[in-house]
T-cell receptor
Framework: AQTVTQSQPEMSVQEAETVTLSCTYD???????LFWYKQPPSRQMILVIR??????QNATENRFSVNFQKAAKSFSLKISDSQLGDAAMYFC????????????FGSGTQLTVLP | DAGITQSPRHKVTETGTPVTLRCHQT?????MYWYRQDPGHGLRLIHY???????DKGEVSDGYSVSRSKTEDFLLTLESATSSQTSVYFC????????????FGPGTRLTVL
């Protein structure tokens, strides 16, 4: 079984500043993947970034990067140069294959970007 | 954009009525999923499909059934809707050989009165 925990229900950041969203996970699988999804007010779930557990290098997508600490089972998301359009609910998720091939989600962090 | 559409996008129904939600994809992906989203719970898996006529239960499958007669369509049915099934429902497809990455449709908001 997998669990994903996001301990920050809400966070805020000033426009152009940097913010880090926290996520911890637990899995018994050796091969797994981690994701951050963004859900703006439109409700659409948008994939932000993906990390393969077997890769030591942290994934980066433009202003978004992760800090993957495998031993600590930690997977935080850093947003640099925050923009108003970054305001959304952010979900951390894990995937460990097996027969279900399902994502397990955390409860989300609501990010507010202040002008 | 994984070419996923959901219909209807909004629905209000009454307790005890049957409801069917449709998910349609254009990318020929093998894996398809139905999730529900409730406050404080993130998204939880209801059912998934790994091929035509091949389906299995997820974490919160009670009260739901699914069918997949074509690769492109995955239907979610509430045989007798209850107020606890008021939720936002998302369809997703799994991309890649092992379906490790999932892309989501726009969601359906269902209200059961």
């Amino acid at each position: 079984a997998q669990t994903v925990t996001q301990s920050q229900p809400e966070m805020s950041v000033q426009e152009a500043e940097t913010v880090t969203l926290s996520c911890t996970y637990d899995t018994s699988e050796s091969d797994y993947y981690l994701f951050w999804y963004k859900q703006p007010p439109s409700r659409q779930m948008i994939l932000v970034i993906r990390q393969e557990a077997y890769k030591q290098q942290n994934a980066t997508e433009n202003r978004f990067s992760v800090n993957f600490q495998k031993a600590a089972k930690s997977f935080s998301l850093k947003i640099s140069d925050s923009q108003l359009g970054d305001a959304a609910m952010y979900f951390c998720a894990s995937y460990a294959g097996g027969s279900a091939r399902q994502l397990t989600f955390g409860s989300g962090t609501q990010l507010t970007v202040l002008p | 954009d994984a070419g996923i559409t959901q219909s209807p996008r909004h629905k209000v129904t009454e307790t005890g009525t049957p409801v069917t939600l449709r998910c349609h994809q254009t990318e020929n992906h093998r894996y398809m999923y139905w999730y529900r989203q409730d406050p404080g719970h993130g998204l939880r898996l209801i059912h998934y499909s790994y091929g035509v006529k091949d389906t299995d239960k997820g974490e919160v499958s009670d009260g739901y059934s699914v069918s997949r007669s074509k690769t492109e369509d995955f239907l979610l049915t509430l045989e007798s809707a209850t107020s606890s099934q008021t939720s936002v429902y998302f369809c997703a497809t799994g991309v890649g050989g092992t379906a490790t990455t999932q892309y989501f449709g726009p969601g359906t908001r269902l209200t059961v009165l």
